[in-house]
């Protein structure tokens, strides 16, 4: 996974919590990733960053936040949880022509 | 949406080469071709990537047809574990200053290598 760690790597959530998946890599990555993936589905991009200080919004941002304070670190934030998100998550993270993902984070929201 | 069309499955026997196509049609000049898997449920894994030459690294082989518009990724000896889901895809630049590069992802083919 060239260096991109996320936790948890399992939780569930109830309706209206919230909370923040954690992304880090110590690879130097300039460029990170948000993806999901829905069951049977391929990966769709919530946000990503191309330096720290620097985020955009990708194809499923609604949500969902993130900042880039540090190069090394990519939260997501989700605010309001609704079962429309229970989904698997993947961070990756990336230097010139390629992406490295992460493991995933399996997210249930009830 | 993506960009690509691949085969939803495919199967190949073990020791023997696996062949998985890809049509991208619109791809533009610039763009190029990516392939990844991902086994299970894992997180996915880089293949190989292409511009117009054929490719060829540790893990795979990439032929790009002449005019772009489709490909094909070649796993030489296929093995179980190669046993993934492939996915073809071509690459977008993003808005931002700084060329980032989003990956498009579609379904996929599911390759499964028999014994």
């Known amino acids: 996974n060239a260096g991109v760690t996320q936790t948890p790597k399992f939780r569930i959530l109830k309706i209206g919590q919230s909370m923040t998946l954690q992304c880090t890599q110590d690879?130097?990555?300039?460029?990170m990733y948000w993806y999901r993936q829905d069951p049977g589905m391929g990966l769709k991009l919530i946000y990503y960053?191309?330096?720290?200080?620097?985020?955009d919004k990708g194809e499923v941002p609604n949500g969902y936040n993130v900042s880039r304070s540090t190069t090394e670190d990519f939260p997501l934030r989700l605010e309001l949880a609704a079962p429309s998100q229970t989904s698997v998550y993947f961070c990756?993270?990336?230097?010139?022509?390629?992406?490295?993902f992460g493991e995933g984070s399996w997210l249930t929201v009830v | 949406d993506a960009k690509t069309t691949q085969p939803p499955s495919m199967d190949c026997a073990e020791g023997r080469a696996a062949n998985l196509p890809c049509n991208h049609s619109?791809?533009?000049?610039?763009?190029?071709v990516y392939w990844y898997r991902q086994i299970h449920s894992q997180g996915p894994q880089y293949i190989i990537h292409?511009?117009?030459n054929n490719e060829t690294n540790e893990m795979a082989s990439l032929i790009i047809t002449e005019d772009r518009k489709s490909s094909t990724l070649i796993l030489p000896h296929a093995t179980l574990r190669d046993t993934a889901v492939y996915y073809c895809?071509?690459?977008?630049?993003?808005?931002?200053?700084?060329?980032?590069?989003?990956?498009?992802f579609g379904k996929g083919t599911k390759l499964t290598v028999n014994p």
């Open positions: 960053s191309v330096g720290a200080g620097i985020t």
């Open positions: 895809i071509v690459r977008v630049a993003l808005k931002l200053q700084g060329g980032s590069e989003k990956l498009v």
């Open positions: 292409g511009l117009k």
């Open positions: 990756a993270g990336g230097v010139g022509n390629t992406i490295y």
């Open positions: 619109t791809i533009s000049g610039n763009e190029y």
């Open positions: 690879m130097n990555h300039n460029y």
